[in-house]
C-alpha cells in the first residue's frame, strides 16, 4: 500500500510564505512523477507544479517566481515552498505521485494524498 501524507497548510496574511511537505510511503520501487495539485472552490484541480524522476520542474504560470517544489528521491519527499502568497493562491492542496511498487515493479499507478487546507487572507 503506498501513502502520501502532506503538512504544512494553514492560514496566512497576502505576501506571506507557507511551505508544503509530502511524504511517500510504503513498499516503494520507483517514484517517476511528483506533484503538487491545488483545488479552489468551485474550480477544477489544477496542476501547480511537477517534478520527475529526473529532476525536471514545472510551474503553472501563475506562481512562477513565487513558488519553489524540491524533491528529495533518497527521503521520498517533495515540498512547496510558497512566497508571496496571494488570495486567490486560497485552496486545498494536493500531493500526487506515480509510484511503481515492490509488488508489481513494472507497474506505475497515481496516488493522491489527502488534501491539506491553504488559505490566503488579503
Known amino acids: 500500500q503506498v501513502q502520501l501524507v502532506e503538512s504544512g497548510g494553514g492560514l496566512v496574511q497576502a505576501g506571506g510564505s507557507l511551505r508544503l511537505s509530502c511524504a511517500v510511503s510504503?513498499?516503494?520501487?520507483?517514484?517517476?512523477?511528483m506533484s503538487w495539485y491545488r483545488q479552489a472552490p468551485g474550480k477544477q484541480r489544477e496542476l501547480v507544479a511537477a517534478?520527475?524522476?529526473?529532476?525536471?520542474?514545472n510551474y503553472v504560470d501563475s506562481v512562477k517566481g513565487r513558488f519553489t517544489a524540491s524533491r528529495d528521491n533518497t527521503k521520498k519527499t517533495v515540498d512547496l515552498q510558497m512566497n508571496s502568497l496571494k488570495p486567490e493562491d486560497t485552496a486545498v492542496y494536493y500531493c500526487?505521485?506515480?509510484?511503481?511498487?515492490?509488488?508489481?515493479?513494472?507497474?506505475?499507478?497515481?496516488?493522491w494524498g489527502q488534501g491539506t487546507q491553504v488559505t490566503v487572507s488579503s
Open positions: 500526487y505521485a506515480v509510484v511503481a511498487t515492490t509488488q508489481a515493479m513494472g507497474v506505475h499507478r497515481a496516488y
Open positions: 510504503g513498499s516503494i520501487f520507483a517514484i517517476k512523477a
Open positions: 517534478t520527475s524522476s529526473g529532476g525536471s520542474l
